[in-house]
């Protein structure tokens, strides 16, 4: 890919004789929504560690954002955004604090900070909510703004770990609102769910099985290849060979 701002080579985390992560390849373009599938224990979990220089490869590599995940972790880390489910946010402070945090964690300068915040309070429509407390928030509003800090900073590429788990269908698709205006404004999104009706979303889905990758190509070129009807019935034409639990 002429744009890819991710490109992994044979990647492989072993851990003992156990193989997580087995020799994996792909890219994924500027821009785009790529979905990282794979049931519990595929691997998928691993392999994003290693995309965000949280975890050295066993063998292989790769580079993200033009960064080596091995040689460049920090660099790397600086040109990426990461929500995970549990959304990481400070449930005692408010809004308003919680972007200002992020903000200057992100290293966004100090003088662009308050408006950065103005215009995203009034984007999610979080302005009459700035000053109230996140514990308080309802859940799929901390969804919101979970995603909303990840991106403070114009990263080139965010890493969303199951950032849906347990949020209500309509929280969901308005979630999926906003990934869609992030990757218009040029933001890569590197996406992991468990739920196959968002894979539908994507613009391309690999699906893991016990640490390979069985399948990468648009939801439609995979129903078709499957005789599938549904990115569902591909995943569990997939899955049924699966060999291994929980990693």
């Known amino acids: 890919m002429k744009n ?9 985390k072993r851990f003992g004789d156990f193989t997580a992560v087995d020799n994996i390849s792909f890219e994924v373009e500027k821009g785009e929504i790529f979905g990282f599938l794979g049931a519990n224990g595929a691997g998928k979990t ?9 975890s050295n490869p066993t063998s292989g590599g790769g580079t993200v954002a033009g960064f080596d995940i091995s040689q460049q972790s920090e660099e790397v880390k600086k040109h990426i ?18 972007m200002r945090l992020y903000a200057g964690i992100y290293g966004v300068p100090r003088k662009k900070i308050s408006e950065i915040i103005d215009k ?14 996140v514990k308080e928030l309802p859940l799929g509003w901390k969804q919101k703004l979970a995603f909303s ?19 209500d269908p309509v929280s969901r698709r308005q979630f999926w609102e906003l990934i869609y ?5 040029g933001i890569t999104v590197f996406v992991t769910t468990h739920y196959m009706d968002e894979a ?34 591909v995943f569990t034409k997939l899955a049924r060979g699966a060999k291994r639990g929980d990693n």
Not at 4 to 12: G, P, R
């Open 4 to 12: 890819a701002v991710i490109q992994v080579e044979n990647l492989t």
């Open 46 to 54: 691993t392999a994003m560690r290693m995309l965000c220089g949280l």
């Open 81 to 98: 955004g990461y929500m995970s489910q549990k959304f990481a946010l400070y449930e005692d402070l408010k809004v308003w604090e919680n």
């Open 120 to 133: 995203m309070l009034v984007s999610l429509d979080f302005d009459s909510e700035k000053n109230t407390l």
């Open 149 to 167: 800090v990840s991106i403070i900073h114009r990263p080139e590429i965010v890493f969303l770990d199951e950032p849906t788990g347990g949020v």
């Open 181 to 185: 205006k992030a990757a218009s404004d």
């Open 200 to 233: 539908e979303y994507c613009n391309r889905v690999s699906i893991m099985v016990d640490g390979r990758i069985d399948a990468l190509d648009t939801p439609a070129n995979l129903k078709r290849q499957f005789e599938a009807v549904s990115m569902d019935e």
